[in-house]
């Protein structure tokens, strides 16, 4: 049997604001298994990076864990104290900011910053701490550590930013890195070398849940991909077959706004209309307002995720009806 490395079951999260209560997440469930690279796609603002932070325990006030539960390698860390949350975080579960130029210290060099994830983790001296970072720097193929060791992170350039921000998240050997967005501004090349670079992680054991809303980049590295949409999950599967013959409406949708090299020029495809206010989400299907086979149960009911084929589930009317066919 497949080990899970992270399973999110019907996870919420609530904004109480002066107009009301936003579900940024609403009742997300999804796995990580063991040695897989899983991907979450969609929209800026569909809740992804939301997500990531409410399974490392770092939703902010006014923003609360209102549902569902978080399990780590079979134990639950939903409503641990923050102080067993702490050890948790850079021993057994890292995270990969959007930004590696915000997220690491402008004052302080790189290798210092890595020293003090190991130490703060691993019992060891400064000398064994800058001895285990070098190594480290070399994993992730940063070249010349010693030398990047002194450098302050304006000094590097993003690529090696990133790999310094990968290298602090791995230092102390995660069960599970969460990757939010970590090819954001890069060019091509240093896309592809970061991508690697986590397929190689994930060789090595480290499991990865993977969030961009890149299509290429879920379709290249990912094993398996949930798709986002206004705060819920609307279509999971193997990442080939749900790129060959994607069930949901959106996820089509997605795909279809993908600018193609192919010879003939196709025009390029939008989903019509713009996603809606969290505050004031359709009283069926969240997509409804902009799905053009809506039906009369879309725009009443709430779809739930089921599963239409083997290992390929989705959040619609519309395709259990196919499926059934």
Same mark, same amino acid.
């Given at each position: 049997?497949?080990?899970?490395? !992270? ?64 399990? !780590? ?111 954001? #501004? ?17 060789? #090595? ?24 949409? #206004? ?95």
């Amino acid at each position: 049997m497949e080990q899970t490395v !992270l399973e999110v079951k019907n996870l919420t999260v609530s904004f109480h604001t002066e107009k009301g209560v936003i579900l940024p997440v609403n009742g997300v469930t999804l796995t990580v298994p063991a040695g897989k690279i899983v991907g979450v796609v969609g929209e800026s603002g569909c809740g992804k990076s939301m997500t990531a932070r409410a399974i490392m325990g770092l939703v902010k006030y006014p923003g609360k864990v209102t549902g569902g539960k978080i399990f !780590l390698c079979g134990k639950e860390i939903t409503q641990l104290p923050e102080k067993e949350r702490r050890r948790l975080r850079g021993s057994e579960i890292s995270m990969i900011f959007q930004e590696p130029m915000t997220s690491l210290n402008p004052v302080v060099k790189v290798g210092k910053q890595v020293d003090e994830a190991v130490r703060l983790h691993t019992p060891c001296t400064r000398a064994e701490a800058k001895q285990k970072t070098l190594n480290m720097f070399r994993e992730v193929e940063i070249p010349e550590p010693e030398a990047r060791y002194n450098c302050y992170p304006h000094q590097l350039s993003g690529g090696l930013r990133q790999r310094v921000m990968i290298a602090m998240a791995m230092i102390c050997r995660p069960r599970l890195l969460i990757a939010d967005e970590p090819t954001t #501004a890069l060019d091509v090349t240093v896309e592809a070398q970061i991508l690697k670079l986590l397929e190689k992680l994930r060789d #090595a054991g480290t499991s990865v849940l993977l969030i961009s809303h890149n299509l290429g980049v879920i379709a290249r590295t990912c094993d398996e991909v949930s798709v986002m949409y #206004a705060g819920r999950i609307v279509e999971h599967g193997e990442t080939a077959a749900l790129f060959e013959k994607p069930l949901h409406p959106y996820t089509r949708g997605l795909l279809r706004s993908v600018a193609s090299l192919r010879a003939g020029g196709e025009t390029l495809q939008t989903i019509p209309g713009v996603v809606p206010n969290l505050l004031h989400l359709p009283k069926g299907c969240s997509f409804s307002l902009r799905c053009e086979k809506c039906g009369a149960d879309c725009e009443e009911k709430v779809p739930e995720l089921r599963q239409i084929a083997p290992g390929h589930f989705a959040r619609c009317f519309l395709a259990e009806k196919e499926g059934k066919e």
